[in-house]
């Protein structure tokens, strides 16, 4: 593409991960032309080495009464799992204002049901994509297992069974020798757990490559190692993007840049609250000797995910910018814990991996911006879903196509438009 030309479909999606790449496949599906820009190749951020869940069971919002108090805790350990670094930045002190806002009983009574709802769909549409074959992505139903090993957290995790059930989703405690049986293939060595027997996993790259690949043979246009330099606007209407390779022009405009979002909207006069919530993964080879079930370590906050022939170890939230630097104590923090919870694995079989740290993008109530632009009429925002990018990124597609094609959402999306901090 010549600098000077400009590229003209019906809907312009600025930002390739997986919501991005979802949002294209639902309104390709409904015949509009979709032409999608990312930085760099698509899939490669926060989409790439996450833990691969489609959890309904998390239903409850990061935002939640005692997370702060417990945070202020673990701000004075390097190896915590979960650390907000305080700066003097304007947006950060306004996101860090409203967060604490948001910690309270009834953010999470509002939260819970529609994320829940909104869970159980995006789990239904992933079995649409399996059921299909199009590309193999892993997919596996073999629920979910959060293991405790002190009497809070089995506390905590009687709560939140409780809560489930309420909510209308399945959920089992099990003891020491039930978490023994149902995962056999590895040396339980923590108290007890808690069973989501509905949720599932996949490899998420698989998923994300496979999804590209799909839909460039179906006609979208991926546009890769494209940085947004501006825009053109026209009273109340984008009119084009402006691009290191040209401009591009659309009738509607998609903003999923996860975590790059906010920089790119700045230029748009838009203030959308969100903050980098860094996360580690490390992946290890392991054909064998691994829960068939993913696993999520209580105390830790450390996910576990079999996939294929390799286990996946994920971890931290870490609130410090746009810095995708790794900090090694945290990933040590991540394998260290390891066997507190199931035997079989040392410091050894971690030798030569790599360790992956990626940014999650994170909004101050812990539900996402989705929604109409109140200031530009043909921009649809889609970002800020932190750890639920992945298990949510089927649902908000569609939710992105019907209010591209201007039908009614199939959930009344209130809690989650994007100018609720104004």
Known sequence: MKPESTEHNNVLIIGGGVIGLCSAYYLSKSGAQVAVIDKGEFGHGSSLHNAGYVCPSHFIPLASPGIISQGLKWMLSPTSPFYIKPRLDPDFIRWAWHFKRSCTKENVDRAMPLLRDLGVASLALYKEFAAMKA???????RGLLTLFRSEKSKHHCEVEAELAHKLGIRAQMLTQSELQQLIPEVEVRAEGGLYFPDDCHMTPAKFVEGLAGHLESGGVNLVRNTVVSGFKVQGNRIVEVKTSKGNFSAD???????SWSPDIAR???????IQAGKGYSVTIERADRKPAIPLIFSEARVAVTP???AIRFAGTMEIAGLDTSITHRRVEAIINSIPNYIGGYDKSDFATAEPWAGLRPVSPDGLPHLGRSKKHSNLIVAAGHAMVGISLATITGKLVAEI???????????????SRFD
């Open 135 to 141: 590309f193999d992505f892993d997919w596996t139903e």
């Open 252 to 258: 509607e405009f998609v903003l999923a840049g996860g």
């Open 267 to 273: 230029e748009l006069g838009v203030k959308l609250l």
């Open 307 to 309: 996939m294929g022939n």
């Open 404 to 418: 591209a094609e201007g039908r009614k959402p199939s959930f009344d999306l209130t809690l989650l438009d994007p």
